[in-house]
Each structure stands twice: as structure tokens, then as C-alpha cells.
């Protein structure tokens, strides 16, 4: 069976990889293969590592679909099975480019910049940034809760308000909460209404940490639930800090988000506004990272969150 102890590269050796990787497919292919399985490649059907690259019958050379063999299940397979990339008949030299690019841009990519670069499609450009979007997910969020002083805000996303109009009503609410100096997660909710904030409150948070917020009244009465209780500072009266008692660093995440949004993306619609929360909210949670710590971690997460077309997230 697989032996669980990989020696993946070096962060250093990723970002040396990277430039061939993006322009060479052998190059890639071995890259993803390196950082999938280290120096102990095994069968993605049954674990074992008693296996081989295909090798073309005249030539020699590797198999021009990059295959591996089985010897103990039979079966062939290559290293696209099991994640994002699965089916994609996209080069995975351009798969390497916008995973580099989606992780190293702090406040984005744009489809049409992969677009232009790789000389592909928009369509296929879409395609491959809504996947690692998808593989920069969380994972497992329900037992991973953000601990410790934990910063909650809300805030409204989308374009500038019609005239004469109420303007909220035309924006997205979106809720965010973020450990002090640790993880980020942000979610789309339906309203603001106290049973709605409250409610993304315990869902993201657990019961020892100690919750901050601004004065709104939705986020009154939480305080019971939690350990370190409820403090909040008053923005109505111009208080923004008191002490420890502040909110900046929630404030902070949203600057980048809506940044992003309005300088990289211009425009994102409710119905996919949780996919670019799952990339800017990734981005933050790596920001102490270098690119090479982040390229590595999105593709390794990669790893099975197969997305099947039918799904609705596939769309």
C-alpha cells in the first residue's frame, strides 16, 4: 500500500519549477505528479505503490497521455484523476499558470487575463479559474471553527445603487469572521436580521472564544453563548477602537475583497459571489506564506474535490 510519508519539493524548487511548468506540458505533468505523491507515486484506484509510467511501444518515450499502470488493480490512470482538473482536456501547463497566477495576486486574476496569456478560450478560462476556486474551498469548516478573540462584521457587496433607490437592496450581504492575526471565513447570507448574523456567529465560531462586533443590534444577545462573552465598540458615536474592542481587522478583509471585486473582477453576481470568497478568503489565511507555500498549498487542494458538470457548483 501507499506509503504515507511524501517529499514533496521545497517551496524554493516550486517557484524554480513554475516558468517550465507554465510552458512546457511534460514539465507540468511532472510538477503536479511531484506535488500529488512526492518521491512515492501510487495507484489513485487502490493505493498501491507498485506502479509504472506507460511508455510509448516505438519510442520509448513516456506515453503522450502521461499514463501510470497499475500492476497490482490493472488499471490505468493518470495524475488528473480525483481532482479539480479531471475530464479537463485544458493543458495542464495552463492549469499550472492560473493556479501560480490565482495564488500569487492578492486581490485576483482575471479570466480574461488567463485568457490572453495562455491563449486559450474564455470560456476554458472560466472553466479553470471556478475550479480552483472550488479547490481553494474549505475543508471541513463545521470542525475547524475560528478560536481565540474572533472580529465579526457584515458588510454589502455589488455594483453602485440606482438612483432614488434604496441602496442596500441592490448589494449582497456578506458576513465575515476573523480570528485576531489568524483564519478568515466569509460567507453570502440572506439579510441581516439578528437570527441571521446570529446564526452565521455559531456556525463559523466555537463557544470558548470571545466575539467583537460594531453596535448593531442583530449582533445583541450573543454574549450568553460564548465563554469570552460579547464586547463591541459604538461607530455611531465615532468610537472605533477601545482598547482591544475593535473590528479594524474584519473592516481591513472587506477593503481587499471589494478591491478585488471593483478593480480585478468589476462585477460579480449573488449567484457566484461564494466562489471569489473562497479565493480571497484562501489568500488570507495563506497571507504569511510566500507564492511558492501558496501555489503548493492550491494544488494540493486539489486533490479530491472532483466537480462533476452536473453539479450545480459546475456551472
Given amino acids: 500500500m ?4 511524501q517529499h514533496n519539493l521545497t517551496n524554493s524548487e516550486v517557484i524554480e519549477a513554475m516558468p517550465l511548468a507554465c510552458s512546457d506540458e511534460l514539465a507540468a505533468v511532472e510538477l503536479f505528479e511531484e506535488m500529488r505523491w512526492g ?5 489513485v484506484h487502490c493505493g ?24 497490482d488493480c490493472k488499471q490505468q490512470y493518470t495524475v488528473r484523476i480525483g481532482t479539480v482538473y ?10 499550472a499558470y492560473a493556479f501560480w497566477r490565482a495564488s500569487t495576486s492578492k486581490k485576483g486574476v482575471a479570466a480574461l487575463e488567463i485568457k490572453r496569456q495562455c491563449q486559450i478560450s474564455y ?12 479547490a481553494m474551498a474549505p475543508v471541513n469548516p463545521e470542525a475547524n ?28 450581504p456578506v458576513f465575515a469572521a476573523v480570528e485576531r492575526n489568524g483564519r478568515i471565513r466569509r460567507q453570502v447570507i440572506a439579510d441581516v436580521s439578528g437570527k441571521t448574523l446570529k446564526g452565521a456567529i455559531r456556525e463559523l465560531v466555537a463557544k ?26 459604538t461607530h455611531s458615536t465615532g468610537e472605533y477602537a477601545h482598547g482591544e ?5 474584519a473592516e481591513s478583509s472587506f477593503a481587499i475583497l471589494k478591491r478585488g471585486i471593483t478593480g480585478i473582477y468589476h462585477s460579480v453576481s449573488k449567484e457566484y459571489l461564494h466562489r471569489y470568497l473562497w479565493q480571497f478568503d484562501f489568500m488570507w489565511n495563506l497571507r504569511k506564506a510566500n507564492d511558492g507555500e501558496r501555489t503548493a498549498a492550491a494544488i494540493k487542494c486539489a486533490e479530491g474535490k472532483r466537480l462533476m458538470y452536473k453539479s450545480p457548483e459546475a456551472a
Fill in 123 to 134: 470560456k476554458s478560462a472560466l472553466f479553470l479559474m471556478n475550479r480552483i476556486r472550488f
Fill in 86 to 95: 479531471e475530464e479537463s482536456r485544458i493543458d495542464l501547463r495552463h492549469w
Fill in 145 to 172: 471553527k475560528l478560536m481565540g478573540t474572533v472580529e465579526c462584521d457584515e458588510t454589502f457587496v455589488g455594483g453602485k445603487p440606482r438612483p432614488y433607490s434604496n441602496a442596500r437592496r441592490k448589494k449582497t
Fill in 208 to 233: 470558548e472564544s470571545r466575539i467583537m462586533t460594531d453596535e448593531h443590534p442583530s449582533y445583541h444577545g450573543i454574549g450568553y453563548e460564548y465563554d469570552g462573552g460579547h464586547q463591541w465598540v
Fill in 39 to 43: 518521491k512515492n507515486p501510487a495507484c
Fill in 2 to 5: 501507499r506509503n504515507e510519508e
Fill in 48 to 71: 498501491s505503490v507498485d506502479v509504472y509510467k506507460m511508455a510509448d511501444s516505438v519510442t520509448g518515450k513516456r506515453n503522450e497521455r502521461h499514463l501510470w499502470r497499475c500492476r
Fill in 245 to 249: 474592542i475593535y473590528t479594524n481587522t
